[in-house]
């Protein structure tokens, strides 16, 4: 997964600058996991901000078509990749579908929602990769539905080891607009952290369970 570091470096600054991710060595969040974390991170903040919106999706867009060519579908991964999902398959004039983390136990009970022919080329659309689970878990169920999967795209992963593995053992290619290393130099070189915080930073990010 190589990064293009322009892109790299201004989508760190962005969801900087927006708020969007939140760096606090200093007194850590609690993740709905109970991993403490020094770094929170809501890249659902971007669609209510125009220019960060149109950048994000325009390179997206742009790493999707490079990496794997125009799909037949675009596909949000519930809930965090539904919006920014939609707007590049808009971008791309592409269809859009998105997956829920599990079945509806009502209704039609769908877990994807959408319209998806067995055989069609989807590639997803995340807004954040962590340990790649819930992502992989969406892919499953595209795949059970017989589409072909492609790969994803994501704004922005933090880098794990785990999330690697996990991927790589599903035979999945995945690629990210930014990652938790380009953050933290970007925020060191721009006073949003101290240096001396840099260690606890990458402490964390290689045994976060445990940090």
Not at 86 to 108: I, N, Q, S, T
Not at 115 to 132: A, C, H, R, Y
Request: neutral net charge.
């Amino acid at each position: 997964m190589v990064l293009d570091k322009k892109i790299a470096e201004k989508t760190a600054d962005l969801l900087l600058q927006i708020k969007a991710i939140k760096l606090n060595p200093q007194e850590p969040f609690t993740w709905s996991s109970g991993w403490k974390s020094p770094i929170y991170c809501d890249n659902r903040m971007v669609l209510s901000y125009p220019k960060v919106r149109n950048f994000v999706k325009k390179s997206l867009a742009d790493q999707l078509k490079q990496r794997f060519g125009k799909p037949d579908v675009i596909a949000g991964v519930a809930t965090g990749g539904i919006g920014i999902g939609a707007l590049v398959a808009e971008y791309l004039d592409l269809p859009f579908v998105y997956v829920r983390p599990e079945a509806k136990k009502h209704g039609r009970k769908n877990q994807i929602e959408g319209f998806l022919e067995p055989g069609q080329k989807v590639v997803v659309i995340e807004d954040l990769i962590s340990t790649g689970k819930s992502s992989l878990n969406a892919i499953k169920a595209l795949k059970n539905a017989e589409a072909k999967v492609e790969g994803m795209i994501a704004i922005f992963s933090y880098g794990f080891d785990l999330a690697k593995e996990n991927f790589e053992e599903e035979g999945v290619e995945f690629g990210v607009l930014s990652n938790y290393q380009t953050l933290i130099n970007l925020a060191i070189d721009q006073n949003y952290l101290k240096q001396e915080d840099q260690q606890k930073l990458e402490s964390w990010r290689k045994d976060p369970a445990n940090w």
